[in-house]
T-cell receptor, first 116, second 115 residues
Framework: AQSVAQPEDQVNVAEGNPLTVKCTYS??????LFWYVQYPNRGLQFLLK??????LVKGSYGFEAEFNKSQTSFHLKKPSALVSDSALYFC??????????????FGTGTLLAVQP | DGGITQSPKYLFRKEGQNVTLSCEQN?????MYWYRQDPGQGLRLIYY???????QKGDIAEGYSVSREKKESFPLTVTSAQKNPTAFYLC??????????????FGDGTRLSIL
């Protein structure tokens, strides 16, 4: 069965420092991996995805993520955090062999808090 | 601007009452989804629809119902059988039914509470 784990409920980082939000996954085929961000009382906004190709994926707002097949991880990174990056971050996975449904499995979310 | 509109933003339900949450999209997307979000649990799939007049149960469909009579609209009814309806409900859509790598686009949610 597909699953996604975000091991940290909260990540604290000082503004200007690099940030990492961790995600590991389990799927039966090749994974389609996504990162979303959610601000309070809003929907999810798409940040980036990995489908195939280069293991380092660049996305919106200066975020990037590194796909590591051997470690089944897809960690979200940013070289220099901003206070405005403070939000809830979700990792999601779809099994590449999952058929026609395109159901996504979401992690439980990681709250990123950037201190000024 | 194209997007997904959910209404109302806040909704209150009385005991024994059915309530309907609206979701409308003008993105010309085939697939639409309903999720429930509870603190610390991430998003859980309630129902999804890949095409007009067709829909399937997700992981937590009990106590909910949907319809898909138009491509643009995918309303969710929370019935009185759903004993714990208090949550944040998110609607999403995805285009290009054959391209499963496309991300889902989300509305801004409806927060449902019990009176």
């Amino acid at each position: 069965a597909q699953s996604v784990a975000q091991p940290e409920d909260q990540v604290n980082v000082a503004e200007g420092n690099p940030l990492t939000v961790k995600c590991t996954y389990s799927v039966s085929g090749n994974p389609y991996l996504f990162w979303y961000v959610q601000y309070p009382n809003r929907g999810l906004q798409f940040l980036l995805k990995y489908i195939t190709g280069d293991n380092l994926v660049k996305g919106s707002y200066g975020f990037e993520a590194e796909f590591n097949k051997s470690q089944t991880s897809f960690h979200l990174k940013k070289p220099s955090a901003l206070v405005s990056d403070s939000a809830l971050y979700f990792c999601a996975v779809r099994d590449g062999y999952g058929g026609a449904t395109n159901k996504l499995i979401f992690g439980t979310g990681t709250l990123l808090a950037v201190q000024p | 601007d194209g997007g997904i509109t959910q209404s109302p933003k806040y909704l209150f339900r009385k005991e024994g009452q059915n309530v309907t949450l609206s979701c409308e999209q003008n993105l010309n997307h085939d697939a639409m989804y309903w999720y429930r979000q509870d603190p610390g649990q991430g998003l859980r799939l309630i129902y999804y629809s890949q095409i007009v007049n067709d829909f399937q149960k997700g992981d937590i469909a009990e106590g909910y119902s949907v319809s898909r009579e138009k491509k643009e609209s995918f309303p969710l009814t929370v019935t009185s059988a759903q004993k714990n309806p208090t949550a944040f409900y998110l609607c999403a859509s995805r285009g290009d039914r054959g391209l499963y790598s496309q991300p889902q686009h989300f509305g801004d949610g409806t927060r449902l509470s019990i009176l």
